[in-house]
Structure formats: structure tokens, C-alpha cells
């Protein structure tokens, strides 16, 4: 028989909180969420967050109204959670069970002692887990008994309320279980080439009807080994409706310019620009013109397109100050100018601590991208001790081929501007080596 599915609202990351607490999130849903769920008799399901960049809110809509059961940590008072949490209650009468970190003190709307506290020690993972276990798996067992929980519901009269559609549960489970089938086989396929890549989408069927999450799965893998004119070609095949969303637009415009393509790239970030400003795009605009700028001859052209990059990458900081990556570009293309930009002393460390704070937020897991900035910073900081550290957590969180190759690229001017000006680079060069190491040839 198959078990009712529960699906899990709570943050993916540690956090630390106001009070200096951190909480490691990857051990309270592995240690305490995920087995108590399973001793209830039901099978976790987690909203987790998606590696190719953007929100996907259809498939959480879809979870939030299906799986019969819901758990939600509201810990840290994240946006997020609080927001599944109101479409859950607004659509579930009764089902879903609310913990938070013992300490934590719970916003009015839901400190009305039906959460579940547990507590956490010092090092942010859950402790008392044998009591907290039990505790959960109570509740979650009381939730069965399908008594009203939802405060709207309770609340207000005369609500009605929905159905559970088996039928539509189990179209969701095998949706989502063809859905992991498929991507272990893009992750394998990746492994072994695009030409492995192209005979799994010869399986997928017309381009033009995947749904939103099979063409995100094939994207990505195509990017994740540098097959630009590919991921160029799935995009222009997409619907209409996949085609014009934000985050495909970003890839295509990223696939553009690598194929050198970099008029009709811009020209598709300024058209995504204009709908709505974001560090993502503004990043990957600045690219384009620090791309031009590499490839330019001309010393007064050089120094417009370098200005133009710098503008780009600034804006994007701007516009998100918690995102450190169009930072780490403006002040390592700030560095290069000649003489040095003199915003670059007042930026350096707003950049740096936006960096940190990313490392620190990204718990035990931080990606490729969080240690390549701290790589390019500690560089352009001369902390040649700690840019070898994070040259190693980098090459040990690779990813896609164009990660290591991105970095190599962009230490070597900044390389280079350190020659200008007299500085020792060749310790520099040696991290630029080890990364070009990494690069598929």
C-alpha cells in the first residue's frame, strides 16, 4: 500500500538567528522530520531548492495542495515557510503540524500552542531527539484524525471544504517519480558527453511539449558541460510559455554569448532588464561587456567597455546587496582599470562581508560559486593563505565545466593587473594552473 504523502515547508540552509543561535536545517529535516515522518507511516516529501536557479511555484502549489499531510518548521520566521504555510492553511482544513526551535519566539498569528518546540545545542543540529521524535510522530499520528488545525478554517464559518483526490495523488507521485528518473539520467548522461545528452532527448519527444521541469532538466544538464550551441537550440525549440520565463531567458542569454553571439545576448538581458531589475541578469550583462572588453583592441574602446562592465556588475550589487557575485566583479574589474577605480577601497569590504555572509548562510554545503568568490577576493585582498583554502573547497565543489574555466578566465587579468603595477603574481598563476587542471579539454 502506498503510504500518504507528507510534504515538508522549512528553510534548506543553516541560519543563524538574532540571538546568535544557529540551526543546521539539513540535520533537523534528516534527523528529526525525515524519520519521524516514516515512523507515522508516511513518506517525506521536501520543496527543495531547485540547483538551476529561479522558483518553480507551480510544483509547490501542487504540493501544498496533494500530499494529504504537511509539516512546517517555522523557525527563523523565514518568508518562504510562512508563505506556503497561509496557502496551506487556506486550502487544508486539517493535516499540517507546526514545530519550531525551542527559544524561537513565533510571530501572533501562529503562537497559539499548537507548535511543536524542539531544542537545538550549540553546534545548531537537533538534540533530545529520542523525546523530540516521539513528540512529532504524535502529533503527526493526531493529524490523521483529521481534526481541524487551520486557524482559517477555524475561524471562519461556512468554509467548504475540499476532497481528497486520490486519483490526482497518485498522478503527482509517479509525475514526480518520472521526474527522478529522468534526471539520474541527464546526471549520467552529462558524465558522459553531449552526445550521450542528445540520445536521452531523442527519448523526451517533441522539445516543443516538455513540461517546464523536463526542459529545465535538459537545459541545465546541456550547460553543465559548456554545450552552448545546444542549449541555444532546446530553447529556441521550448513553448512559447517556457521559452519567455526569466530564468530561461538567463540561460539563453548566457548560451548566446558563449557561442558569440553577444549582440542578440544583450539585447535579450536588457529586454528581461527592463521587466524587472535582478543581480542574475545584471550579472550576466556585465559579462557580456567584460567579454567585449577582453576581446577588444582598441585602448579607447577597452576603456568604455571595461566602464560598461563595471556599471552592470555594480548595478547588480546594487540591486541585491546579500548577492555577492556581481560584486566580486566589479571590484576585481575595478582592480584592472588603470589607474585602479577609486571606489573600488570603499567597496571592497561591503563585497567582502556580503561574501562571508553567503559562506556562513550556505550551512555545511556552500556551492562552487560561494568559494570561487572567496577565492577571487582573498586574490584581489593578497590573503594568498586563504585563497588557496578556497581553492580547495572550490575544485572539491565543481559542478559544471564552465565553473573552474569561469574562474581561471578571470584570475588571469586580474593576474595580469598585478604585473602592471609591479606586484608578485606567480603565485597566482599557480591557482589559475590548478584550476585549468579541472577543464575538460
Given at each position: 500500500m502506498k503510504r500518504p504523502l507528507c510534504f515538508v515547508l522549512m528553510p534548506y540552509h543553516s541560519a543563524v538567528e538574532s540571538d546568535g543561535q544557529r540551526i543546521d536545517f539539513e540535520a533537523v529535516y534528516s534527523r528529526l522530520i525525515v524519520p519521524a515522518i516514516e515512523s507515522a507511516g508516511m513518506s517525506p516529501l521536501q520543496a527543495r531548492e531547485d540547483p538551476r536557479g529561479g522558483i518553480f511555484q507551480k510544483n509547490m502549489f501542487e504540493q501544498l495542495v496533494v500530499c494529504e499531510y504537511a509539516v512546517a518548521d517555522l523557525s527563523t520566521g523565514n518568508a518562504n515557510v510562512y508563505y506556503e504555510l497561509g496557502v496551506r492553511h487556506g486550502l487544508r482544513p486539517y493535516s499540517t503540524v507546526l514545530l519550531f526551535r525551542k527559544g524561537w519566539r513565533l510571530p501572533l498569528d501562529v503562537a497559539h500552542g499548537a507548535a511543536l518546540e524542539y531544542p537545538v545545542g550549540t553546534s545548531g543540529e537537533p538534540i533530545d531527539l529520542a523525546d523530540t521524535r516521539a513528540n512529532l510522530v504524535a502529533r503527526l499520528r493526531?493529524?490523521?484524525?483529521?481534526?481541524?488545525?487551520?486557524?482559517?478554517?477555524?475561524?471562519?464559518?461556512?468554509l467548504p471544504q475540499p476532497g481528497v483526490d486520490h486519483e490526482r495523488i497518485d498522478t503527482f507521485r509517479d509525475q514526480a517519480h518520472r521526474d527522478e528518473r529522468l534526471r539520474q539520467q541527464l546526471d549520467e548522461a552529462a558524465h558522459a558527453g553531449p552526445a550521450a545528452m542528445r540520445a536521452v532527448e531523442t527519448q523526451l519527444g517533441e522539445l516543443g511539449d516538455l513540461d517546464l521541469s523536463t526542459a529545465l532538466s535538459l537545459l541545465v544538464s546541456y550547460r553543465s558541460v559548456s554545450a552552448w550551441?545546444?542549449?541555444?537550440?532546446?530553447?529556441?525549440?521550448?513553448?512559447?510559455?517556457?521559452?519567455?520565463?526569466?530564468?530561461?531567458?538567463?540561460?539563453?542569454?548566457?548560451?548566446?554569448?558563449?557561442?558569440?553571439?553577444?549582440?542578440?545576448?544583450?539585447?535579450?538581458?536588457?529586454?528581461?532588464?527592463?521587466?524587472?531589475?535582478?543581480?542574475?541578469?545584471?550579472?550576466?550583462?556585465?559579462?557580456?561587456?567584460?567579454?567585449?572588453?577582453?576581446?577588444?583592441?582598441?585602448?579607447?574602446?577597452?576603456?568604455?567597455?571595461?566602464?560598461?562592465?563595471?556599471?552592470?556588475?555594480?548595478?547588480?550589487?546594487?540591486?541585491?546587496?546579500?548577492?555577492?557575485?556581481?560584486?566580486?566583479?566589479?571590484?576585481?574589474?575595478?582592480?584592472?582599470?588603470?589607474?585602479?577605480?577609486?571606489?573600488?577601497?570603499?567597496?571592497?569590504?561591503?563585497?567582502?562581508?556580503?561574501?562571508?555572509?553567503?559562506?556562513?548562510?550556505?550551512?555545511?554545503?556552500?556551492?562552487?560559486?560561494?568559494?570561487?568568490?572567496?577565492?577571487?577576493?582573498?586574490?584581489?585582498?593578497?590573503?594568498?593563505?586563504?585563497?588557496?583554502?578556497?581553492?580547495?573547497?572550490?575544485?572539491?565543489?565543481?559542478?559544471?565545466?564552465?565553473?573552474?574555466?569561469?574562474?581561471?578566465?578571470?584570475?588571469?587579468?586580474?593576474?595580469?593587473?598585478?604585473?602592471?603595477?609591479?606586484?608578485?603574481?606567480?603565485?597566482?598563476?599557480?591557482?589559475?594552473?590548478?584550476?585549468?587542471?579541472?577543464?575538460?579539454?
Open positions: 493526531q493529524a490523521r484524525q483529521a481534526s481541524i488545525d487551520s486557524p482559517v478554517y477555524q475561524l471562519v464559518s461556512g550551441e545546444e542549449v541555444v537550440r532546446v530553447v529556441q525549440a521550448f513553448a512559447r510559455p517556457v521559452y519567455r520565463l526569466d530564468v530561461v531567458q538567463e540561460q539563453f542569454a548566457m548560451a548566446l554569448n558563449r557561442c558569440g553571439k553577444d549582440v542578440e545576448a544583450e539585447r535579450v538581458l536588457k529586454a528581461l532588464l527592463r521587466k524587472r531589475p535582478s543581480s542574475e541578469t545584471y550579472g550576466l550583462l556585465g559579462r557580456v561587456y567584460k567579454d567585449r572588453w577582453q576581446e577588444e583592441q582598441s585602448l579607447s574602446r577597452r576603456a568604455g567597455l571595461l566602464g560598461r562592465a563595471i556599471d552592470a556588475y555594480l548595478r547588480g550589487f546594487e540591486t541585491d546587496w546579500r548577492d555577492p557575485y556581481p560584486g566580486v566583479n566589479a571590484v576585481a574589474l575595478m582592480s584592472s582599470a588603470t589607474p585602479p577605480d577609486p571606489r573600488l577601497s570603499d567597496l571592497l569590504p561591503i563585497v567582502r562581508y556580503a561574501a562571508d555572509r553567503r559562506l556562513t548562510r550556505s550551512g555545511p554545503d556552500p556551492d562552487y560559486w560561494d568559494h570561487a568568490t572567496d577565492l577571487l577576493l582573498a586574490v584581489l585582498m593578497s590573503e594568498e593563505d586563504r585563497a588557496h583554502r578556497a581553492l580547495e573547497c572550490a575544485l572539491a565543489a565543481i559542478r559544471d565545466h564552465f565553473e573552474p574555466e569561469t574562474t581561471a578566465r578571470d584570475l588571469s587579468w586580474v593576474a595580469e593587473a598585478m604585473r602592471r603595477r609591479g606586484a608578485d603574481a606567480a603565485w597566482v598563476d599557480e591557482i589559475i594552473v590548478d584550476l585549468q587542471a579541472v577543464v575538460p579539454r
